[in-house]
């Protein structure tokens, strides 16, 4: 007897990106959890899902973070390197200074382009 596991792969995605999804749903066919959750990234998105792409894509390529980081850091677009040690700090790693300084650049840039 063969006993096949089937293996699912997982997509980490922005909040922007979780709010185009559920903006499709007819309201009508949503249920409850997907109204409150559209709800609440509706108030927490603080930009585009072409821009979240983006700095999420920058972060990967030119800081080194894992896809998991990037999407977490896309997410919360921190301002001040202060906001940034809160999130990383669970981590459990250490950002170099020059790797913070970029993560608020990128961060920075994608903000003045959509203010």
Do not use: C, H
Not at 84 to 96: A, E, H, I, R
Request: charged fraction near 40%; proline fraction near 3%.
């Amino acid at each position: 007897m063969s006993i096949t596991k089937e293996k699912k792969k997982i997509k980490l995605v922005t909040l922007p990106e979780v709010k185009e999804y559920l903006e499709k749903i007819d309201e009508e066919a949503s249920d409850q959890i997907q109204r409150r959750t559209l709800d609440y990234v509706s108030k927490f998105a603080q930009t585009t899902k072409k821009d979240a792409q983006n700095v999420k894509k920058r972060l990967v390529k030119e800081t080194k973070l894992t896809e998991k980081e990037a999407v977490e850091i896309s997410n919360i677009m921190p301002k001040s390197k202060e906001e940034l040690y809160v999130f990383t700090s669970g981590w459990k790693k250490l950002l170099p200074e020059e790797i913070s300084q970029k993560i608020l650049a990128i961060i920075k840039e994608s903000k003045s382009k959509n203010p």
